[in-house]
Nanobody, 128 residues
Framework: QVGLAESAGGDVQPGESLRLSCTPG????????LGWYRQGPGKAREGVAC????????RYRDSVAGRFAIFMDDRRKKALLQMDNLAVEDTAVYHC?????????????????????WGRGTQVTVSG
């Protein structure tokens, strides 16, 4: 079994930054990629970003590219999502996700519907 421990989200103003973390536990050998998907109020779920744990390969949803950065920490024990220049449209519940597949554009699209493992989610609210 795989578990995902997520950091808390937060309330910020437009243009501010926030960092999320996700620490996997359990059968780590099953996991090749980590990342996040989100679901905003009245919106469809969407894959946000993913990273392949072994080589750091990353992918981003177009709407967050250039503002968000996903990476593994130095010990490769957890994934971090640095979110800069946050906008009201980024308001959502962010769920950490893990998969046996490597990170790819296709994996992000899959996460629009489902992921192999996922966390409970944390609220990120951006409001002025």
């Amino acid at each position: 079994q795989v578990g995902l421990a997520e950091s808390a989200g937060g309330d910020v103003q437009p243009g501010e930054s926030l960092r999320l973390s996700c620490t996997p536990g359990g059968f780590l050998s099953k996991i090749r990629s980590l990342g996040w998907y989100r679901q905003g109020p009245g919106k469809a779920r969407e894959g946000v970003a993913c990273v392949t744990m072994a080589d750091g390969d990353v992918r981003y949803r177009d709407s967050v590219a250039g503002r968000f950065a996903i990476f593994m920490d130095d010990r490769r024990k957890k994934a971090l999502l640095q979110m800069d220049n946050l906008a009201v449209e980024d308001t959502a519940v962010y769920h950490c996700a893990a998969d046996a597949a490597s990170c790819s554009d296709g994996l992000l699209m899959t996460w629009d519907r489902q992921s192999e493992w996922w966390g409970r989610g944390t609220q990120v609210t951006v409001s002025g």
